[in-house]
């Protein structure tokens, strides 16, 4: 392979992993960056001009790339590993154009690596898995053609010369033979490469560093997502975020597919009920896990909690949930309202709020799995406190109240609360839901309330406009003002039913508000008085090729993620028992594993959580263990190293010397005229046969030997490398060369 080919190798490479790292972070900006940048490398890319872009506009750029990237790790915003990978993504498209050596080549492949490293701990999507299998045999062809080609600057040749030492202007390309063993290298070096990672991959303990994972806060800008808490009138553009989140598949007792396109499950994550007009807050009564009426158990394989009545003779559906990536520490359980009992595929403490039917947990992050049973019929075990969901006299009069006796009017609902009947109390719900998705504007984009101004006061009579937060604040207290017990429920509406995978799939733009009415003494139901067409999965493209393509691709997405991404200890304990007999829930595996994860966590909880001290500790650890890496692979190259090299001292005894063909044979019959004329002529084994031509005209009466040397060299090279065929006469031509050479090496001669 010429330098040209080579270094166009090396871009192609590059050029991917940095789109790879910009897919896994969400960036299209660098990924038309990384794209437009490597075609033009790929396109300005030639043997006389190794450097496409002035030394001085490069310079300009990295200074540039490193003063964005310093801005950014001083803001906070992001995790520092998604700044600093997209630090060296831009490094990496920038030294692109500056490639005179083969030492810049090298640089190169090391920012590829790094980039794409960054690119494993930044993604988890099926795409990212991809690229990072086409990249992985091109970084490994990339680094066994440095190899060659840096050996070739070490001894002060070019592959263009080497072209022109067989009768060429430029390099040919490996042909026959040598691009045989080329391909043979790099086939077995990407397979011994994923066979190291697949055993590691096994074989590590899953949540060694999640006391380490502080590299930083999320993106400072407002995004849709889950909330257990609600703000409003705050001013902004919010976000959407289409990543998925978690999966839902949903069964009956009558269908073990029970999920259609058509149905919306309302999956509770929190239930607010007490509003805080002046901060425009809702907040849980139940939030906290220690307050009165939680009830608590731990839940794991095989280990049902039922924390409720039976539910034999009840509407009942079974949703088991997958969390992508669950919190560390206590989150929200989400499930369809009323859940009364949940298992999980792992240990963990689950508590349940007897006021509001919430659930919540406390454990590890990373990969969720857990089934829950719920009652469809909203009813409750026993009487509901009769607090819940009220605000005693706060809406005796004034707009609200009186907005909302209109609505009632309008719908023949009676105003009075003891002359309603649960009929009527739902009529006044449905009656209310329809004016506000009537009447209202649906935007993310707010403007903030006049100084002292509610929030839901502003909705209502002012923007008139707003988002699902709103408008289940809204209904709430329209609700309130006329005597109907209510509260705000906020989760995820998941309504994108998979057909091909049978489950929904649940993105972070899914996150949603709605209400929840008491209808009568022991019933709770759910109202959603946003306009259906404004929820996040009404409004993606579902039918059509294209739908029937994203649900094909998001079930492998879900199958890569389940059972590759989110690997977990379970899994691993699996798969080690079944393939190596090893008990390892109970055994010493399992309690070195505690140890380490328990050790790795104090680590954590001692370094400093927030600001340029938080990544400066994280860097220098991550520099120690890097490190370690690096002694461990020296040491291990060594001990590979030696077993090679004896196998291939053995492999030379048996051989004596370099493959032998028609076209070559005439070359070990140079190498014998060499060593039978002794030290200093005999070529040495490290020597290249070029260079010891040129030392052989260092010697005394060497001049005609080593050009004699020097000529058969090349036509050696020419019929090994080049693919040349060595003619009747050419071979005549050589053979009266080598009795020349003889001649020349005589003892009479020589000495």
């Not at 810049?104 to 795409?127: C, H, K, N, R």
């Not at 202007?169 to 042909?175: G, K």
């Not at 889950?226 to 902004?236: K, M, S, T, Y």
């Not at 009579?461 to 209510?486: I, K, N, Q, W």
Request: hydrophobic fraction near 45%; charge should be positive.
């Amino acid at each position: 392979m010429s330098r040209a080919w080579f270094r166009r190798l090396s871009v192609a490479t590059a050029t991917l992993s940095a789109i790879c790292f910009a897919v896994a972070d969400g960036l299209p900006l660098l990924a038309m960056v990384a794209i437009v940048g490597g075609l033009a490398a790929l396109v300005l890319s030639h043997p006389d001009r190794p450097r496409l872009a002035p030394r001085v506009v490069l310079n300009l750029l990295v200074v540039a790339a490193t003063l964005m990237i310093a801005m950014d790790l001083l803001a906070g915003r992001e995790k520092a590993i998604s700044i600093l990978s997209r630090y060296l993504a831009l490094i990496l498209v920038i030294k692109m154009y500056d490639l005179s050596r083969v030492r810049d080549e090298a640089q190169l492949l090391a920012l590829t690596v790094f980039v794409a490293i960054g690119a494993t701990l930044t993604g988890q999507s099926l795409l990212v898995g991809v690229l990072l299998l086409v990249i992985t045999p091109l970084a490994v062809a990339t680094a066994v053609m440095l190899q060659l080609h840096a050996g070739l600057e070490r001894v002060g040749l070019r592959a263009e010369a080497v072209g022109r030492a067989v009768g060429s202007a430029q390099a040919e390309p490996l042909t026959g033979t040598g691009r045989t063993r080329l391909g043979a290298i790099v086939t077995l070096a990407t397979g011994f490469s994923v066979t190291v990672a697949v055993v590691v991959f096994v074989a590590t303990p899953r949540n060694l560093v999640h006391g380490m994972s502080g590299w930083g806060t999320g993106r400072g800008e407002a995004v849709t997502g889950f909330v257990d808490q609600i703000r409003l009138g705050q001013a902004g553009l919010i976000s959407q975020d289409d990543q998925p989140v978690m999966e839902v598949e949903v069964s009956t007792p009558e269908d073990a597919t029970a999920g259609t396109s058509g149905e919306t499950l309302y999956l509770r994550g929190a239930a607010l009920d007490a509003y805080d007009e002046r901060m425009g807050i809702w907040n849980s009564r139940t939030s906290d896990t220690s307050a009165p009426g939680i009830v608590q158990s731990t839940v794991g394989p095989g280990r049902a909690w039922q924390f409720s009545g039976a539910p034999t003779g009840r509407l009942m559906l079974t949703q088991r949930i997958t969390i992508r990536q669950a919190r560390q520490g206590t989150g929200p359980l989400f499930a369809v309202y009323r859940p009364v009992s949940v298992t999980s595929e792992r240990d963990m403490r689950v508590y349940v709020s007897a006021r509001d039917q919430t659930l919540q947990r406390s454990g590890d992050s990373g990969r969720l799995v857990y089934e829950v049973i719920s009652l469809r019929d909203g009813l409750t075990d026993g009487p509901i406190d009769p607090s819940a969901g009220v605000d005693p006299g706060r809406f005796a009069a004034g707009p609200v109240h009186e907005l909302a006796l209109r609505i009632l009017a309008d719908a023949d609902v009676p105003a009075d609360p003891a002359a309603r009947t649960p009929a009527d109390t739902r009529r006044a719900a449905r009656a209310v839901a329809d004016y506000l998705r009537r009447t209202y504007a649906y935007t993310l984009d707010m403007t903030a309330p006049r100084e002292g101004q509610d929030p839901i006061d502003m909705f209502l009579f002012d923007t008139r406009r707003g988002h699902c937060e709103y408008f289940a604040s809204a209904m709430a207290m329209l609700l309130r003002a006329v005597g109907v017990p209510t509260r705000v429920i906020t989760g995820y509406a998941a309504g994108e039913y998979n057909a091909i995978a049978r489950r929904y799939t649940v993105r972070a733009s899914d996150a949603h508000a709605w209400v929840e009415v008491r209808t009568r003494e022991d019933r709770w139901e759910t109202f959603d008085p946003t306009p259906p067409s404004e929820l996040n999965f009404a409004r993606r493209g579902g039918g059509g090729l294209l739908g029937w393509l994203r649900q094909i691709y998001e079930a492998l997405e879900f199958s890569w993620i389940d059972n590759v991404v989110t690997f977990d200890q379970n899994k691993r304990e699996g798969l080690l028992e079944s393939a190596l007999g090893l008990n390892t829930g109970s055994t010493s595996l399992g309690g070195v594993r505690e140890k380490i994860s328990s050790w790795m966590r104090s680590i954590g909880d001692l370094l400093p959580r927030e600001g340029l001290l938080a990544v400066a500790s994280r860097l220098l650890i991550a520099t120690g263990v890097a490190l370690v890496l690096y002694g461990v692979y020296r040491l291990a190259r060594r001990l590979l190293s030696g077993l090679i090299g004896r196998w291939l001292g053995a492999r030379r005894a048996r051989d004596a010397g370099p493959p032998v063909t028609d076209e070559t044979r005439f070359y070990r019959g140079l190498l014998d005229a060499l060593a039978q004329a002794g030290a200093p002529w005999a070529k040495p084994m490290t020597t290249p046969p070029l260079l010891h031509a040129e030392s052989l005209r260092a010697l005394p009466g060497g001049e005609l030997a080593g050009a004699i040397v020097a000529e058969l060299s090349e036509r050696y090279y020419a019929a090994r490398f080049g693919g040349r065929a060595i003619g009747p006469d050419e071979q005549a031509a050589i053979a009266a060369r080598l009795a020349e050479l003889r001649e020349t090496l005589a003892p009479s001669n020589v000495r």
